[in-house]
C-alpha cells in the first residue's frame, strides 16, 4: 500500500522510538521514552507495603500515575492539583493493568511498586509511549530488586492505529489522530497475545476487514518495538 504520510512515513512505518534508561538518579529505575517529538518520563518507586485491599501474603502490587506536564502541549496543561482529571485517571489505570498483565505480583513480595509516567513533550501517542516506555522501567526496577526470581514474564509495548484519509496507518502522531476517522490503541505483550484493545470510529463506521488491517498493523508496530525495548535493556 503506497500511502505517503504528511511526514513521509509510509502507512506501516511507526516513529523512531528510543530509550534513555537511568534519567532521574534517585529513581529505583527511570526511562526517558521518546516515539518521534513524543517524550514521556517513566520512573518506578518501591515501598514495602500493600494497598489495604490486598490480602496479606497474596503478593505484591504494580500500579501507576500518568500526567501531561505544563509545558508538554502548544497550550499549557494545567496541574491537576486537585486529583487525576478523568483522562488522566483512565490513562493511568490502563498502563497499571497493561504492566500486570507480564507481572507475576505473587514474585513481587510484600511490596509496591508505583510507575509515575510524566509527559514532557506531546505529540501524540503519549499513552502508548508511557506503557512502552514503563514496561522498560519496570524491568530495569525488577532486576534491581534482585528477587528469587524476576517478577516480570515478559515485555509489553503499545502502539496506536487508524484510518486517515480512508487508509489504516500505524503510530498516529498529533496531527493524524485529530484527522482519523478511526483510532485505536493495542497493547499486546511479546508473544503476540493482546492485552486491550481500544477504538472508536470518529463520526462514522469501520469494516471487518479494516479493523483486521488495524490489528495486524498494531501487532507489526508492537513486535519492532518490543525488539527495541529487548535492545535497549541488553537481552
Known amino acids: 500500500m503506497a500511502v505517503t504520510r504528511h511526514d513521509m512515513r509510509m502507512h506501516d512505518r511507526h516513529r523512531p522510538l528510543g530509550f ?27 515501598e514495602e507495603r ?7 501474603g497474596s503478593g505484591g502490587w504494580v500500579t501507576a500515575e500518568y500526567a501531561m506536564l505544563p509545558g508538554a502541549g502548544a497550550e499549557r ?15 493511568q489505570r ?7 498483565a507480564v507481572t507475576r505480583l505473587e514474585a513481587l513480595g510484600e511490596r509496591t511498586l508505583t510507575l ?29 530488586l534482585r528477587l528469587a526470581e524476576h517478577p516480570m514474564r515478559r515485555l509489553v ?9 480512508g487508509h489504516p496507518v500505524l503510530d498516529l502522531d498529533y496531527h ?4 482519523a476517522e478511526v483510532d485505536m490503541n493495542l497493547v499486546i505483550e511479546e508473544r503476540g497475545r493482546f492485552v486491550e484493545v481500544q477504538g472508536t470510529a470518529e463520526g462514522g463506521t469501520f469494516s471487518r476487514e479494516e479493523l483486521d488491517q488495524l490489528l495486524a498493523l498494531g501487532a507489526k ?10 535492545k535497549a535493556l541488553g537481552l
Not at 490502563?94 to 500486570?100: A, H, V
Not at 493524524?176 to 484527522?179: F, R, S
Open 50 to 56: 500493600l494497598p489495604p485491599w490486598i490480602r496479606p
Open 94 to 100: 490502563l498502563i497499571g493493568r497493561s504492566l500486570r
Open 77 to 91: 496543561v494545567r496541574r491537576e492539583r486537585d486529583g487525576a482529571s478523568g483522562r488522566s485517571q483512565e490513562i
Open 157 to 165: 509495548s503499545a502502539v496506536s492505529v487508524g484510518i486517515v484519509d
Open 221 to 230: 508496530g508492537c513486535a519492532e518495538f518490543t525488539a527495541l525495548q529487548r
Open 116 to 144: 509515575d509516567c510524566d509527559v514532557i513533550d506531546a505529540d501524540g501517542g503519549t499513552r502508548t509511549a508511557a506503557i512502552t516506555g514503563a514496561a522498560v522501567a519496570l524491568w530495569r526496577a525488577c532486576e534491581r
Open 20 to 46: 534513555e534508561l537511568d534519567f532521574q538518579r534517585a529513581a529505583l529505575a527511570s526511562v526517558l521514552v521518546s516515539l518521534g517529538r513524543t517524550r514521556v518520563l517513566c520512573a518506578v518507586s518501591a
Open 176 to 179: 493524524e489522530d485529530h484527522q
